[in-house]
Nanobody, 128 residues
């Protein structure tokens, strides 16, 4: 049984930083692309960032490029999202996505599929 668990969310002032973590068990972690998505109230879920199996290629949404950094530690089966210079518009539930990720770094594209496993999310709230 695949289990995906996010942590690290919280309340932070604009300009601050947070680091999200995600652990995934029940799947061959190192062999799957991974990603972070987010959903704000009243909006559709959107991609934030994705990373290839070995961590050599990444994709970022234009809105977070230069502020967020995705990374992974395959030995620890953990995915990270370092978020700096946070803005109120970054407020959302952040979800970790494991597996079933269609990732095209050359086009800066990343999409989930019906094969993607999701965590329950971690709330990030940025106050102005």
């Amino acid at each position: 049984q695949v289990q995906v668990v996010e942590s690290g969310g919280g309340l932070v002032q604009a300009g601050g930083s947070l680091r999200l973590s995600c652990t995934a068990s029940g799947l061959s972690f190192a062999f799957h692309h991974l990603g972070w998505f987010r959903q704000a109230p009243g909006k559709e879920r959107e991609v934030v960032s994705c990373i290839t199996t070995g961590g050599g290629s990444t994709v970022y949404a234009d809105s977070v490029q230069g502020r967020f950094t995705i990374s992974r530690d395959n030995a620890k089966k953990t995915l990270y999202l370092q978020m700096n210079s946070l803005k109120p518009e970054d407020t959302a539930m952040y979800y970790c996505a494991a597996g079933g990720i269609a990732l095209r770094p050359s086009d800066n594209k990343c999409e989930s599929t019906t094969s993607t496993y999701w965590g329950q999310g971690t709330q990030v709230t940025v106050s102005s």
